[in-house]
Structures are given as structure tokens and as C-alpha cells.
């Protein structure tokens, strides 16, 4: 069983705006720390943002800019990151991740124990 699976992803224009969600079906990982990763084909999995499980001090990495908003619901047991403004840089592949601490150290790939499928998101010019 999957213990995070994502969903919300989809074909946007630039400038566009989605909302993904991941719902996190593992309850042992349901109130500790929660990530969301990108990869684009031929680059490397990056760090996008990070929320802690009392949501507090969001982590984000320089590239969002101010454009990304990460929270969470923990009665629904899911993680959101709302995508706003988005590039054509911003096509890839997005994926949740819990570290499995009730706080987020950092927005290392290697910090992260469980992962879900990704859900993908693709902006046009």
C-alpha cells in the first residue's frame, strides 16, 4: 500500500494555478513532517516545500519565489500545495513525501523516507 498518494495535477497555461493534494493513507505518518519534491525529466528530484506537523514555519526553496503555498489539514490526514503563477519551468512531476519527524530538518531528497507516485503538472507558453 502506497502510504501517500497525490492528486490535483493537470495542463495549465503560463500564469496558471493548480492546487495539489496528498493524502496520506499511512496514519503512523499522518501527523509528522511533509514535503513536496518536483522532477523534470532530466533533472534531479528537488525540494520544493516543507510543513511541519503543527504548520508551523513552512520551509520553501528559493525558486518558488513567494508563488507556492504549502498546508496541511491534519483532520483529513493531507498535505496541499497551492501552485500559483506557474512557468513553463515549473513542468515536472510532483511528489509527496513524509520524513516521518513531527518536524522538517531540511528539503533533501535524502531526509525522506516514503513517497508517493507524483501527480503531473504541466505548464504551456
Known amino acids: 500500500q502506497v502510504p501517500l498518494v497525490e492528486s490535483g495535477g493537470g495542463s495549465v497555461q503560463t500564469g496558471g494555478s493548480l492546487r495539489l493534494s496528498c493524502t496520506i493513507t499511512?496514519?503512523?505518518?499522518?501527523?509528522?513532517?511533509a514535503a513536496w519534491f518536483r522532477q523534470a525529466p532530466g533533472n534531479e528530484r528537488e525540494g520544493v516545500a516543507a510543513i511541519s506537523a503543527t504548520s508551523l514555519t513552512p520551509v520553501y526553496a528559493e525558486f518558488v519565489k513567494g508563488r507556492f503555498t504549502i498546508s496541511r489539514n491534519n483532520a483529513k490526514n493531507t498535505v496541499y500545495l497551492e501552485l500559483n503563477s506557474l512557468q513553463p519551468e515549473d513542468t515536472a512531476t510532483y511528489y509527496c513525501?513524509?520524513?516521518?519527524?513531527?518536524?522538517?530538518?531540511?528539503?533533501?531528497?535524502?531526509?525522506?523516507?516514503?513517497w508517493g507516485q507524483g501527480t503531473q503538472v504541466t505548464v504551456s507558453s
Open positions: 499511512a496514519t503512523t505518518y499522518s501527523n509528522k513532517c
Open positions: 513525501a513524509t520524513a516521518g519527524t513531527d518536524y522538517c530538518f531540511s528539503l533533501l531528497v535524502a531526509s525522506y523516507s516514503f
